[in-house]
């Protein structure tokens, strides 16, 4: 039986909702435990299949990990790591499992794990991972989609790298963290999540400074300590709910959230005419104003607006007054939300990384499939605002970044429950099938 979530839409959300732990804070400082062998703790850790993906790595390495999805409480206690690769079906699930590479380089002398997949927004590479590592004195051979890492002991270096990728700045500082001697990282990634990691490590014993700016200066040590870190909350979590506010003609309240985080954001809404408003230092109001109006959008590095939002603010410009473009400048396939928004009505055209949006007056609900994270929130915010009904098939992508969303939506007014469905394909298929 396949799951879907049937959304009925057309109903404006009203009401307050608490954004969970981020995602995209976890994912690095899970796989930074392994830098010490004392036990860690970090909380608010959400309970996404991407997090389970994770646990299964460091569990996959030899960690033990105790998770408590109900206290959002991950234990870790890596011990002496004596298995320092990684078999394939654990890493090949997810592109973050390439952030133990760092960890492991830095505290084995050789290591092993499978080159991440490409996956449905790009081809994403990892060279500048590997650039960066090699300048700390890693080397690597590469075959059969498997990184070989050794190194005689990481030494400080400085690096500057050619894009400012979150990843890359992400193994670069956790490697260089037990490195001999200073690195300094230029051009490195600014988001909160890389605060937050080298604030973490900091508390590990690490001397990070600069993390936030494209400079970052990192003295090695010889060790780390374990410690108790909360992760900050999910930007992105936050924005797809306010967004889903506006998109309704509503108004969301969203608690626990950084509103320092959601800058771009919130400037894009006031621009396209909705009324955004913080109630206090950790809670936001979004509502929709009269008709949205319609705005271009250039996806950047932070603090411009985020990538990882636009795929749900095309879905408010899919109803919005006047033609708007989207431009996506940093993954190069982060369009295939189109196709779904399309067959509910609305006028997209993709050329390249270039959308050019057509507003129309309403959507209308149709089964849809989603193809990747992002994606899929988008189409849910699409059906929250469509009329009649909408199917969104393949909801799996959907838990990978969020846990609760459907029940958390239902509190705020959506018409929205997870169904269970005989797949289409097994019904064609008759009786012979067996
Ligand atoms: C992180 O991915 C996030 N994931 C992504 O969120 C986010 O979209 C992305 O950063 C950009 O903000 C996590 O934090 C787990 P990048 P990451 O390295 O690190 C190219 C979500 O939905 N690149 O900054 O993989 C790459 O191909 C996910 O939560 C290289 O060319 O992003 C891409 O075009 C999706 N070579 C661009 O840089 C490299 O060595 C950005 O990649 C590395 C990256």
Known sequence: MDQLLLIRGGVPLRGRVRVNGSKNASLPIMAATLLTDESTVIEDVPNLLDVSSMIAVLKGLGASVDY?????????TPGSLQ????PVELAGRMRASFLVLGPLLARRKKVRIPLPGGCAIGSRPVDLHLKGLSALGARFHIE???VEGASDGLQGARIYLDFPSV??????????ALARGTTILENAATEPEIVDLANCLNSMGAQIVGAGTSRIRIEGVPELGGTRHVVIPDRIE??????AGVITGGSVIVEHVIPDHLKALLAKLAEAGAKVEELGPSTIKASAGERIAAVDLKT?????FPTDLQPQFMSLLALAEGTSVVVETVFENRFRHVEGLNSMGAQIKVEGRQAVIHGRPALTGAPVSATDLRGAAALLLAALAAQGETKLNEVHHL????CGLEERLALLG?????????PERALNMGSHSG
């Open 68 to 76: 408590r999805p109900g206290q959002g409480r991950l234990w870790v």
């Open 144 to 146: 059969k989609g498997l």
């Open 167 to 176: 990843g890359a700045t992400e193994n670069i500082i956790m490697a260089a």
């Open 399 to 402: 838990w990978r970044g969020h």
């Open 300 to 304: 950047m590095p932070y603090p411009g």
């Open 414 to 422: 959506a018409r929205i429950e997870l169904i269970s469905e005989e």
């Open 83 to 86: 298995q320092a690769s990684l």
């Open 238 to 243: 936050a924005g797809t709910l306010l967004l």
